[in-house]
């Protein structure tokens, strides 16, 4: 967002929250409750945030909506992925042969993808989302039809459990069935953004929905309940009752939450709630450097899980502020015409 747009507090404070989840679920090395719980909502997220701000196309204007929306993600995805597989390379003594393959992976992205490169996944799916989902709001007029196409889209990824081969391949390129989730939320966050901020101010119904969270998660640790919720590797677990129930119920009653905490915390003094802030407009970089960082944090001998957590956050923080700062004007510096 430009800095003549007033950014919206609460929304990037979620974002923080769920760069933090993100964070934490690839740190954490117990996969119980806690783990099941930040993979419920922790991407799911950032897509319905996205929702937010997608928009049609107004005249078949295309070519624009590619240069702004996709171009820079495309930039960044293959810029930051040739970067750490560069740095795994040395830093892991891998091999010359692997190293190439793994370049070439890029191309593939999705579950092709792991060790630093294992968050990637969600930015082909952001790409194949914003694409296919523009496409609908931009053609599709009626407010039911896009509802339609919203279940209907999550009903589709929720109805198989393996993930389909394509062309003989071992994984679905790019995650692009996974594509079917992150357009139900997208949509969900295009359609229903004036409902979202009027639910938020409710704060009899956050409550509500923070203690049915908790009872969720506490039946989760218990084992009288079960929901996993892996959309990279299409992996969901879902007892007693349908996978399309709890994944269309559960996550967003999560994020619901998530936005109402960060809308009460919006009210605090700045300074109680400006790192978060910092944080939710800079976490495209936390997402793409934070693996690499726990590992290496780790291969320096930093045993304390919580300090390694911390780290993989400010770390790619500071080199993101930095980027912002001092790098990109440089790089996107006008040239002056020749008088």
Request: aromatic content about 18%; proline content about 4%; hydrophobic content about 55%.
């Amino acid at each position: 967002m430009s800095k003549s747009k007033k950014r919206i507090v609460w929304i990037d404070l979620a974002k923080a929250f769920g760069i933090i989840a993100v964070v934490i679920g690839h740190a954490l090395e117990v996969h119980g409750a806690m783990f099941h719980f930040f993979y419920w909502w922790h991407v799911p997220i950032f897509f319905v945030v996205s929702g937010f701000f997608i928009k049609p196309v107004i005249d078949n204007q295309w070519w624009p909506f590619f240069k702004k929306r996709i171009k820079p993600l495309l930039a960044s995805y293959f810029a930051a992925g040739i970067f750490l597989v560069t740095l795994s390379h040395f830093v892991n003594h891998q091999s010359m042969e692997y190293t190439l393959k793994y370049y070439i992976k890029l191309l593939l992205g999705g579950r092709y993808l792991n060790l630093y490169l294992s968050i990637f996944w969600f930015i082909n799916v952001l790409i194949l989302a914003t694409i296919a989902t523009t496409i609908v709001i931009t053609y599709v007029k009626s407010r039911d039809a896009k509802l339609g196409i919203m279940m209907v889209s999550l009903l589709l990824g929720a109805s198989y459990k393996k993930q389909p081969h394509i062309f003989g391949l071992k994984y679905t390129p790019w995650d692009f069935d996974v594509t079917l989730f992150a357009i139900f939320f997208m949509l969900f966050g295009y359609l229903f953004f004036p409902q979202i901020k009027e639910w938020i101010t409710h704060t009899w119904l956050i409550i509500g929905l923070g203690a049915f969270t908790l009872f969720l998660l506490w039946e989760q640790h218990l084992k009288l309940f079960n929901f996993g919720f892996f959309l990279k590797s299409h992996q969901i677990h879902a007892k007693p009752l349908s996978p399309s129930l709890y994944s269309t119920v559960i996550p967003i009653v999560v994020i619901l939450v998530v936005f109402g905490v960060s809308r009460w915390l919006s009210f605090a003094p700045t300074w109680v709630y400006k790192p978060l802030d910092v944080l939710g407009q800079h976490t495209l970089f936390v997402m793409y450097m934070h693996k690499a960082v726990l590992d290496i944090s780790f291969k320096m001998g930093i045993n304390s899980l919580i300090l390694r957590i911390i780290i993989a956050i400010v770390v790619p923080l500071l080199i993101s502020l930095i980027y912002v700062k001092w790098i990109k004007p440089i790089w996107h510096k006008p040239v002056k015409a020749a008088s």
